[in-house]
């Protein structure tokens, strides 16, 4: 099984809509989560991190964590064509040790 | 966020030389980066972690020798791609952090490496 699960896509959703990305990792002693955008050829850059259970909102961001379900999602709104891009959920079990997912790529 | 700046940006080398990438933390002093590599269409993954003044701890399979990383003050690591070989090709990443930043690091734009 692997650290950190992430459905790779692509994912379509049309313009305005509502994406929803979702993540899933092994280590239940995980503190840290982050979702991180990568556009094609480019670094990562960090959008959203979450330490504790329930919704995060930033803007058209809101990630989701349940630590019992070992699961984080991100939810972006109104989705634009901008918005296009692969993006990567990291789970930290240790200082900055970032586990990455494979990363899902999303189409709007 | 905090900005940290890889250079170069790209690179093209012959077969058996070597290349250096640079990692700079510009506003805040790192006292950990991490050097990840990404094939095209896969994840990062993560080659060494870095602390200053101290030796590189390296990933499982990943040649020490191969890859040298000198992290030799607060706002600078290196990475050292020696006698490159076309399938060192990929994209480099370095990232750095501190405590204060509460576990968030932040990442260079990247170096992408090509072999020929």
């Known amino acids: 099984q692997k650290e950190v699960e992430q459905n790779s896509g692509p994912l379509s959703v049309p313009e305005g809509a509502i994406a929803s990305l979702n993540c899933t990792y092994s280590?239940?002693?995980?503190?840290?989560f982050f979702w991180y955008r990568q556009y094609s050829g480019k670094s990562p850059e960090l959008i959203m991190s979450?330490?504790?259970?329930g919704d995060k909102e930033d803007g058209r961001f809101t990630a989701q964590l349940n630590k019992a379900s070992q699961y984080v999602s991100l939810l972006i709104r109104d989705s634009q064509p901008s918005d296009s891009a692969t993006y990567l959920c990291?789970?930290?079990?240790?200082?900055?040790?970032?586990?990455f997912g494979t990363g899902t790529r999303l189409k709007v | 966020g905090a900005v940290v700046s890889q250079h170069p940006s790209w690179v093209i080398c012959k077969s058996g030389t070597s290349v250096k990438i640079e990692c700079r933390s510009l506003?805040?002093?790192?006292?950990?980066m991490f050097w990840y590599r990404q094939f095209p269409k896969q994840s990062l993954m993560l080659m060494a972690t870095?602390?200053?003044?101290?030796?590189?701890?390296?990933e499982q399979g990943v040649e020490k020798d191969k890859f040298l990383i000198n992290h030799a003050s607060l706002t600078l690591s290196t990475l050292t791609v020696t006698s490159a070989h076309p399938e060192d090709s990929s994209f480099y990443i370095c990232?750095?952090?501190?405590?204060?930043?509460?576990?968030?690091?932040?990442f260079g734009q990247g170096t992408r490496l090509t072999v020929v």
């Open positions: 990232s750095a952090g501190t405590v204060a930043m509460n576990t968030e690091a932040f």
């Open positions: 280590d239940r002693v995980s503190q840290s």
């Open positions: 979450i330490y504790s259970n």
């Open positions: 990291a789970v930290n079990p240790k200082t900055y040790k970032y586990i």
């Open positions: 506003d805040f002093q790192a006292t950990t």
């Open positions: 870095s602390n200053e003044g101290s030796k590189a701890t390296y």
